[in-house]
């Protein structure tokens, strides 16, 4: 598994981004992808996970309703889509392959952050 995420930058608040997490390791379909963020000076929290088939999702509590998680297998990606953004969504945020968890501690794979500014 290698993953690399990407899609972050500065948005203002209310606007839109949407993350990608890619794959370069062949077994991207074998896992449940999550999204996590880290902000300065907080613990790791869980963002969205999806399962291994896509049919199945969850969503952190501070997310539901803004953010769309998805995945497309075929070309071992995924996405969080995140709209009305906040800014108490600034963080970094991180993509993650394992089980169909809310801990990070269910994920084994990770990728590098990408860095997600919203300013108000």
């Known amino acids: 598994v290698q993953l690399q995420a990407s899609g972050g930058g500065l948005v203002q608040a209310g606007g839109s981004l949407r993350l990608t997490c890619a794959d370069s390791?062949?077994?991207?379909?074998?896992?449940?992808m999550g999204w996590f963020r880290q902000a300065s000076g907080k613990t790791r929290e869980f963002v969205a996970t999806?399962?291994?088939?896509?049919?199945?999702?969850n969503y952190g509590e501070s997310v539901e309703g803004r953010f769309t998680i998805s995945r497309d297998n075929g070309k071992n990606t995924g996405s969080l889509q995140m709209d009305n953004l906040k800014t108490e969504d600034t963080a970094v945020y991180y993509c993650?392959?394992?089980?169909?968890?809310?801990?990070?501690?269910?994920?084994?794979?990770w990728g590098q952050g990408t860095l997600v500014t919203v300013s108000s």
């Open positions: 390791g062949g077994t991207f379909s074998m896992y449940a």
């Open positions: 993650a392959l394992g089980y169909y968890r809310r801990s990070a501690s269910e994920y084994p794979h």
């Open positions: 999806i399962s291994a088939d896509g049919r199945s999702t």
